[in-house]
């Protein structure tokens, strides 16, 4: 898996605004790696220090409650702007082809939900937090509503930027997004059936290997499409 995104045949454009695109857009893909690894870290370090807390049964957000919880929060809000300002890089990095609307579209909304869920608190679940009651609320609704988009946005970006993929006949790529679109779909179903069904079972560990799969397909992708120039696309 060598070759990078980008348009297949780049017209040319002057070399100063080549090199002031490449300079914007530089900082808005790094913003991806960022984002993906922020998140990855945050909820892996507050599920293992905090108190009460069983990151092997209980999801990622419910850290956003109890002691501790605006860290979560702050998290999750952090992590939507890096990645919605990835989702405008991706999309002037691409500029044509397919794949080039549709990939930044889904991440951007990939990216909203994060923000969305930072104030909208989940209700408490799993034990988590010890002796909290678990009614179900319009908000916690809602933040569970936005979880299914998260999953669902990242899943569909996996698929779309496979055919990008095939269509420039990068098949080890594509069968990478492939494989984490399936996993990541897999690992979200695993989750909600293992959380309704199974009292004490590994919710919370099913979770996180879903959102690091996701993640680290995010890092490689942002790495690719800073890996070549800037595309050079005719002002005429």
Known sequence: ?????????????????????????????VCGVIAALLNI????????????????????????????????????????????????GMRLRLRIGRGSTWGPILLGIYGLTFVAIGPILPDPSLGYPPGASSPLTVHGAVHSLCGLVQF??????CF???????????????????????????SYVAFVLTAKLSDGGPAGLIERIGIIVGGLWIVLLAIRLMSRPAPRVSVE
Do not use: H
């Open 1 to 29: 898996m060598t070759d990078t995104l980008g348009p297949a045949k780049p017209q040319t454009a002057p070399s100063g605004q080549s090199t002031e695109q490449s300079a914007a857009m530089r900082p808005l893909l």
């Open 41 to 88: 870290v945050v909820i892996l370090s507050l599920g293992a220090i905090r108190p009460g807390y069983n990151a092997w049964v209980v999801p990622d957000s419910n850290l956003e409650l109890g002691p501790g919880g605006w860290m979560q929060i702050t998290n999750y809000i952090l992590t939507g702007a890096l990645l919605l300002a990835f989702a405008i």
């Open 152 to 157: 669902t946005s990242l899943i569909a970006a």
């Open 160 to 186: 779309v930027l496979t055919r990008c993929d095939e269509a420039r006949e990068r098949r080890g790529w594509s069968w990478y997004s492939v494989a984490t679109g399936l996993l990541v779909a897999s």
